[in-house]
């Protein structure tokens, strides 16, 4: 899946920007649904709304949990950690270049 995935971005998505791609998935999800609900009005229960942000969120998850992992030991990294804290790999130490 992670191959074809490459592929579809041309290796582009990386650990260094799958936080960015993540976050602008959920953010469009948000939007979405606050656009599908202004048009629906108010005769709704919110069930396609939060259907749709569920989808872009667990998109993102995914995402994150695919490519946020060490470019050195593949080993998936802290999930709470963000990467301005993140130094080194807690798996094998190695040096993680953020640049
Ligand atoms: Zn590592």
Not at 47 to 52: K, N, P, T, V, Y
Not at 81 to 96: A, D, T
Request: hydrophobic letters at 50%; aromatic letters at 10%.
């Amino acid at each position: 899946m992670k191959e074809l995935l490459d592929k579809l971005f041309h290796g582009k998505m990386t650990y260094k920007n799958v936080d960015a791609v993540a976050l602008i998935l959920l953010a469009t999800g948000f939007v979405a649904a606050l656009v599908i609900l202004t048009i629906r009005g108010d005769n709704t229960n919110g069930a396609i709304e939060i259907l749709i942000m569920l989808v872009f969120a667990a998109v993102g998850i995914w995402l994150r949990y695919l490519y946020w992992r060490c470019p050195h030991c593949e080993q998936t990294l802290p999930w709470r950690v963000l990467k301005s804290q993140m130094q080194h790999c807690p798996g094998c130490g190695h040096r993680i270049d953020w640049r």
